[in-house]
């Protein structure tokens, strides 16, 4: 798990699970499986997102900053992706 993101009304972070290989396997060989989680902060809901739409995402942030995006303009990139959101962001 790895915090990518963090701004005032966002926060995106990197899943990446092993897909069950041995240990023995080369590295290159060795399979990953996870995604995305964004949370809106404001409207308390997280999305997370993975394959197709994950690859999309990350293509998408990776244009972004070639750019040197501002942090209003970052954000209004992980607002198009927010609008998913529906999980309700829960604090034990």
């Known amino acids: 798990m790895h915090m990518l993101y963090n701004s005032d ?3 995106v972070v990197q899943i ?3 897909a069950g290989l ?16 964004i949370v ?6 997280e999305l997370f ?17 070639e750019s040197s995006p501002s942090v209003e303009e970052f954000d209004a990139y992980l607002e198009r992706f927010a609008g998913m959101a ?7």
């Open 86 to 92: 529906l999980q309700p962001v829960i604090m034990h």
């Open 40 to 45: 809106d902060k404001f409207a308390r809901k």
């Open 22 to 37: 041995p240990d023995l396997a080369p590295i290159d060989q060795v399979l990953t499986r996870g995604g995305y989680e």
């Open 9 to 11: 009304n966002y926060a």
């Open 49 to 65: 997102i993975e394959g197709a739409l994950a690859e999309s995402f990350k293509e998408g942030v990776e244009a972004l900053i």
């Open 16 to 18: 990446e699970l092993d």
